[in-house]
């Protein structure tokens, strides 16, 4: 099983996306991912919970987000965000890549910022295949894992991109999303 990092590194990051995390883009960015009332969703590797929150006020009571994490305080602070929200369709799960759900049974995975981390990507995207429904989709966005290097790694894993141009306008720029489908 990976280790989770340093809890020190841990709060580190957690202040660091505070400090970046404005809600309004947030929000967009789980529109551009096609988030709606009554969908289920997964954040895999889900940090302190920026999209995680957000993400369940949009699929509402009739919709349910896993947070997924390695580290235990991930998942802690994700728990007390949601508690403090009042919302009730959060569920947490500690894991590096099982997540013990149903086949099919989830129509959105955000894998944001994530996967560079991830020491077994083949176990993680492979569980992410099989928990996504037939037309489900990973939205897709990280800083380091990108361009042919990650095309090749989610291909040879069962997944291809579609609307690769997609892109949202922020304050300081552009950001873009990739969305894999199965």
């Known amino acids: 099983m990976q280790k989770p990092m340093p809890s020190l590194w841990f709060r ?3 202040l660091e996306y505070s400090l970046k995390s404005r809600v309004a883009s947030i929000r ?3 529109e551009v991912a096609g988030i709606q009332s009554g969908m289920t969703v997964i954040d895999f590797g889900c940090g302190p919970g920026r999209y995680t929150v957000p993400a369940a006020g949009m699929v509402g009571r009739r919709g349910t987000v896993f947070a997924v994490d390695v580290h235990p305080l991930a998942l802690k602070m994700v728990g007390v965000r949601a508690a403090r929200e009042g919302l009730r369709n959060v ?3 500690q894991s590096d890549s099982a997540t013990g759900l149903d086949s099919q049974s989830v129509d959105i995975v955000l894998l944001y910022d994530a996967l ?4 077994d990507r083949p176990a993680v995207l492979n569980e992410l295949h099989r928990v996504l429904k037939p037309l489900g989709r990973i939205s897709y966005k990280d800083h380091t894992l990108r361009g042919e290097r990650l095309l090749s790694l989610m291909r040879s894993n069962g997944f291809f991109p579609v609307e690769q141009d997609l892109r949202v306008r922020f304050e300081k720029g552009l950001l873009k999303h990739v969305a894999f489908a199965t």
């Open 12 to 14: 580190l990051m957690a």
């Open 28 to 30: 967009t960015e789980l």
């Open 116 to 119: 560079h981390d991830v020491e």
């Open 91 to 93: 569920q947490l799960i």
